[in-house]
Nanobody, 115 residues
Framework: QVQLVESGGGLVQPGGSLRLSCAAS????????MGWYRQGPGKQRELVAT???????NYADSVKGRFTISRDNAKNTVYLQMNSLKPEDTAVYYC?????????WGQGTQVTVSS
């Protein structure tokens, strides 16, 4: 069993930055692919970024060049550095961990981009 706990959300002005963290409990974190997803008001949940166990990354077109996903296997943590934030980035951000048929989600952290 893996538990994921996100942190780092909050209110930020347009153009600002935030770094989200997702701390994982349990063993074998390094084997899991990890991802960040978000769900804006009245919208479906969408992929933001993923990182494989080997460190390969993938981004949604809407965040390319602004967001960076990374992982620290020694700390069992995955990060999402978000720069040049826009109001349309406002959403609840969720962390996801997956390995074969095992899929785990965190509880989410709110990010609000507003002046």
């Amino acid at each position: 069993q893996v538990q994921l706990v996100e942190s780092g959300g909050g209110l930020v002005q347009p153009g600002g930055s935030l770094r989200l963290s997702c701390a994982a409990s349990g063993s074998s974190f390094s084997l899991y692919a990890m991802g960040w997803y978000r769900q804006g008001p009245g919208k479906q949940r969408e992929l933001v970024a993923t990182i494989t166990s080997g460190g390969s990354t993938n981004y949604a077109d809407s965040v390319k060049g602004r967001f960076t996903i990374s992982r620290d296997n020694a700390k069992n943590t995955v990060y999402l550095q978000m720069n040049s934030l826009k109001p349309e980035d406002t959403a609840v951000y969720y962390c996801k961990g997956y390995l074969l048929t095992r899929v785990y989600w965190g509880q989410g952290t709110q990010v609000t981009v507003s002046s």
